[in-house]
């Protein structure tokens, strides 16, 4: 079996006289070959003798080995911990702790690993055609790799040649090659390089962490401080450390080899998420005493519910999302219905446990949420993260178009109101409302009226319908907000005024696509 270069004999000895594992030879000797990195453990120290005890030149004969020698693949599983003693490589013993891997590639990339976290997975109830894999390493190992490869290059030169940092295999992907197989034969799907759902391992080592200390006061510039003003060492700014302090230096600081911890690695956290999901529709208000969002103030709710409230309270449960984020186009007040077409609204439904719905589904979830009698919605669906941008496209030039039944203290007449109807293209200045003052500031915002058409009720009441530009104040554009909106119905008719209803008519966006009921 050719195992490894003849040229990196030397720094495989360095390496294991130091207490490194096999595997961890293999990718400092840049094997590239993810076969062997699976073989079981026991079988790769063996192999690794016979190459170390090989004269030098003489190949490799696995032909002519006895079969019982001849290592099948698939049989690659982890460690095996219950044949070995010793890391010296003519026993193959229960290795003591590798001073790189940390004991990931000894001890955390067995079968029985593999199925502790494939349990994980299943234990989630995730729906997933496939997935893919992340792993979060202790920090500092980017440390220990580092003077690994410093010794290793240094070895190559002794004897004349070569080491390029960039050929040697990072321990991610040596990781990666043997845990893949395992996983996604206990789960019985793909592993790819880009998924929804991914499955994510968080390891951790106490026993090391201070191995970057140094680093800071070497390398000061690179690392901030918490408010406890200690060092926060991220995989970040060690990398910036590492480029930045003179391999000397570094030496100095971090002798070779590493000491052998008496730990191995810990996993802290397996983590599975699946990427969003986005549900998108539109919806009517009816009620005068129903916020769009919770009306919660100091801790207190103002309002019994709320229309973000009523359609997530059947949509979470579906799609058994962790959590979600509403928005929509506008807002209108508590005490403002929305009629017509309805308002356009999307949410995000973070990490939903199940994604796969139909549109009878869809159409089903949509006739539960229909059940409250003060909000309906219609064309509800599933679109992408894209597709929700175009909700926000425009958002200034979009029109919307209103019903406001005004109060006048003077006695109209329906000539009168005619000035209303004449007027078209209108431009106001609307200085921020007093009534939102607290949460936006202050400024003096031009909008367009387009048209405006009155309908006579009595002589201290009408109708007025409107047509105007998004993010215009309605009621201030009546009342005039003492002055702070010129002109308005008070000014133009020459009397004090004020509005009793307000109904959205329509939000003029073409978005979500309509959907045959």
């Known amino acids: 079996m050719h195992l490894i270069e003849e040229k990196y004999k030397p720094v495989a000895q360095m390496l294991l006289s130091g207490g490194t594992c096999p595997r961890c030879v293999l990718r400092l000797c840049c094997v590239g070959s993810p076969t062997l990195y699976r073989l079981p453990y026991k079988d790769l120290t063996a192999e690794l003798q016979k190459f170390l005890v090989r004269p030098h030149g003489e190949a490799a004969d696995d032909d002519n080995a006895p079969p019982s020698k001849k290592v099948r693949l698939e049989d690659t599983d982890g460690c095996d911990t219950e044949s070995q003693s010793s890391m010296d490589i003519k026993d193959c013993g229960s290795p003591r702790t590798c001073n790189l891997c940390l004991g990931i590639l000894q001890h955390l990339c067995s079968i029985e690993f593999a199925k502790k976290i494939s349990h994980k997975v299943q234990s989630g109830d995730y729906e997933f055609k496939d997935f893919s894999f992340s792993v979060s390493f202790p920090a500092q190992l980017l440390v220990r790799e580092h003077s690994a490869s410093l010794q290793a290059q240094q070895e190559m030169k002794k004897q004349g040649g070569l080491l390029d940092k960039s050929d040697i295999i990072q321990?991610?992907?040596?990781?990666?090659w043997i845990i893949h197989p395992m996983i996604s034969e206990e789960l019985g799907v793909q592993v790819v390089s880009k998924s929804l759902f991914e499955v994510g391992v968080v390891f951790c080592h106490a026993e090391t962490d201070e191995d970057c200390h140094f680093l800071a006061s070497e390398c000061r510039k690179f690392f901030k401080t918490n408010k406890n003003k200690q060092f926060v060492f991220t995989r970040m700014a060690i990398v910036k450390a590492l480029d930045w302090i003179t391999d000397d230096d570094f030496c100095i600081q971090f002798p070779w080899p590493p000491s052998s911890p008496k730990t191995t690695c810990e996993v802290v956290d397996i983590q599975c998420t699946h990427a969003p999901v986005f549900v998108a529709g539109r919806y009517n208000k009816y009620s005068r005493t129903l916020p769009q969002t919770p009306w919660i103030i100091d801790g207190?709710?103002?309002?019994?519910?709320?229309?973000?409230?009523?359609?997530?309270e059947q949509l979470i449960p579906v799609f058994k999302a962790d959590r979600f984020n509403f928005s929509s186009s506008g807002r209108e007040d508590v005490d403002v219905r929305t009629l017509g077409r309805g308002r356009p609204f999307a949410i995000e439904l973070v990490n939903p446990h199940r994604v796969q719905l139909t549109v009878q589904d869809m159409k089903d979830l949509q006739q539960k949420i229909n059940g409250s009698d003060k909000i309906k919605v219609r064309d509800l669906q599933i679109v992408t993260r894209d597709a929700m941008a175009r909700m926000k496209e425009g958002e200034e030039e979009k029109t919307k178009c209103y019903c406001a039944l005004i109060w006048t203290e003077k006695p109209i007449s329906r000539e009168g109101l005619e000035v209303l109807d004449n007027e078209k293209e209108m431009k106001i200045i609307q200085?921020?409302?007093?009534?939102?003052?607290?949460?936006?500031p202050l400024a003096s915002r031009t909008r367009v009226i387009h048209n405006m058409k009155t309908e006579y009720v009595d002589e201290h009441h009408?109708?007025?319908?409107?047509?105007?530009?998004a993010g215009t104040y309605i009621k201030e554009f009546a009342h005039g907000d003492f002055g702070r909106t010129v002109p308005n119905i008070g000014l133009i008719l020459e009397t004090t005024a004020d509005i009793l209803e307000l109904?959205?008519?329509?939000?003029?966006?073409?978005?979500?696509?309509?959907?045959?009921?």
């Open 503 to 517: 109904d959205v008519e329509s939000v003029d966006v073409d978005w979500p696509p309509a959907l045959d009921d």
């Open 431 to 440: 200085k921020t409302p007093l009534r939102v003052l607290h949460r936006r």
């Open 171 to 176: 321990l991610k992907e040596a990781y990666k």
């Open 462 to 469: 009408f109708h007025l319908y409107l047509k105007t530009q």
């Open 300 to 312: 207190e709710r103002k309002m019994e519910s709320s229309v973000e409230e009523l359609i997530t």
